[in-house]
Structures are given as structure tokens and as C-alpha cells.
């Protein structure tokens, strides 16, 4: 008599490795996955005050610029077009006309830049503590840097060391007024440095690299001349009266 063969089950699959194997495969795509990163704008931001101090700022050191509720541009008290807002910008880096209204810019020359540093090099020899001897090298390092300027761009006019572009918007002020108004500053500081280092270098700033020991000391010199002084005052409401 034939006997029925015992029909099989289907053999189960061993998963004890499966949870290794995702666990290597999640740090794999971990590992090899790029992540967008946000880009910010740079900006000068206003220093933390400790204590309330009375500062003497002169008005033709500052260019403001406010934005209101309503989107409305005003330059300096006056309404303004965006599309003017770069030339205006520009016209107060360089004051091309020794306006009164705008910032006295001052002629950095090599003898001035050699005496200072010889000044601040026997300051920091002297100095009675660590914290003067650091406030003298940093006061150092600043004519050395302007002294390698002149060398590169020749004689030069800089800004005061208070003159800035300070912009203040509106409680409501759209977010695409606001970047607007940031590209057209940041256009106006760029093109004066293009065009500088197109006439004292033959090449655009923009084509200078910042990792090229080179292109360093090029793109330090132009920046001292044209800084990016843009500083972002807290949004108020404007469209409350003042009292």
C-alpha cells in the first residue's frame, strides 16, 4: 500500500537580520543625502549696549531708509522710487560732490598709515595688561591693513568709522518690499567695488577669490574703502502718532 507523502510547508524566511540591514541602509542615505541649507544676509547689526550711554552721531553719517506699512519707500525723510535708492546709496559711500548733507570722507596716505603703526607698535610693547595690549594690536592691525590698501589702490578716501546705511521697516511692511530694498543697498555697494578693483586690479571683485592667498590682501584693500555698512533697526509700527 502506497502511502500519501506528507505535503511540505512553505519554509519561513529568517528575518533576524532584516533590522540590521535597515538600520544600515537609513545611515546610509543619511550619509549621502545633501540637505538645503538656508542663505542669510549679511547684515551689520546694532551692538549690544550694557549701559545707556549718550552717543554724539552726526546726521551726515547716517543714511536712512525706511520702508512703511503701506510699502512706501522714504530716503532720508523724503519719498523715494526704489529704482533711485541704489544711486542714492552709492552717492553716500562716495559723496563725489563734499556735500555737507552727506559723510566728510577722510584721505588715508602711506606717511599717515606708518606713523600710527609705529605709534600702536611701541603702545603694544608698553602695554600695562593683556586687555590694552589687545586694544592696541587690534588698533595695529587696522593701519597695517590700510597701509597694504594704499600700497594696492594708492591713496584713498575712507568713510567715518560711523557712517552707516540704516534701514527700518514697518510692523506690516511686506517681506518682498523689504528684500527689494536689501538687493538694491547690496547693488549699490557691489558695483563700487567692482568697479574699483576693475581699475586698479583689471579684474571684477566678483571674480576675486577669497581662497587664493593672492586675491586676499585685493579683496581686504576694496572692502576698506567700500564696507558694507548696512544696519537693520528694529520694525516699528508706523502708523502710530507720536504723542
Do not use: H
Amino acid at each position: 500500500m502506497l502511502k500519501k507523502r506528507k505535503r511540505e510547508g512553505v519554509q519561513e524566511i529568517n528575518a533576524g537580520s532584516m533590522a540590521d540591514i535597515a538600520f544600515l541602509l537609513l545611515i546610509f542615505f543619511l550619509v549621502t543625502t545633501t540637505m538645503d541649507t538656508d542663505a542669510g544676509i549679511l547684515r551689520l547689526l546694532p551692538p549690544v549696549v550694557e549701559d545707556e550711554v549718550i552717543m554724539d552721531v552726526n546726521k551726515r553719517d547716517v543714511y536712512e531708509v525706511l520702508v512703511n506699512d503701506a510699502d512706501m519707500l522714504l530716503v532720508e525723510g523724503q519719498m523715494m522710487d526704489i529704482k533711485e535708492l541704489r544711486a542714492g546709496a552709492k552717492e553716500f559711500m562716495t559723496n563725489p560732490a563734499n556735500s555737507v548733507d552727506l559723510p566728510e570722507k577722510r584721505r588715508v596716505t602711506a606717511a599717515e598709515c606708518q606713523q600710527k603703526i609705529g605709534e600702536f607698535k611701541s603702545y603694544v610693547a608698553s602695554a600695562a595688561n593683556a586687555e590694552a595690549k589687545d586694544g592696541f594690536q587690534k588698533s595695529l592691525d587696522k593701519w597695517e591693513d590700510k597701509l597694504t590698501a594704499v600700497k594696492l589702490l594708492g591713496e584713498f578716501s575712507e568713510l567715518p568709522p560711523n557712517a552707516v546705511i540704516s534701514l527700518q521697516t514697518g510692523s506690516k511692511t511686506s517681506y518682498d518690499m523689504y528684500v527689494k530694498v536689501q538687493n538694491e543697498l547690496e547693488a549699490g555697494i557691489r558695483e563700487l567695488r567692482e568697479e574699483l578693483s576693475k581699475e586698479k586690479f583689471g579684474r571684477k571683485f566678483s571674480e576675486l577669490d577669497d581662497k587664493n592667498e593672492e586675491d586676499q590682501p585685493l579683496i581686504k584693500a576694496v572692502r576698506l574703502v567700500y564696507p558694507q555698512r548696512v544696519s537693520e533697526a528694529e520694525p516699528v509700527d508706523v502708523t502710530k502718532k507720536k504723542p
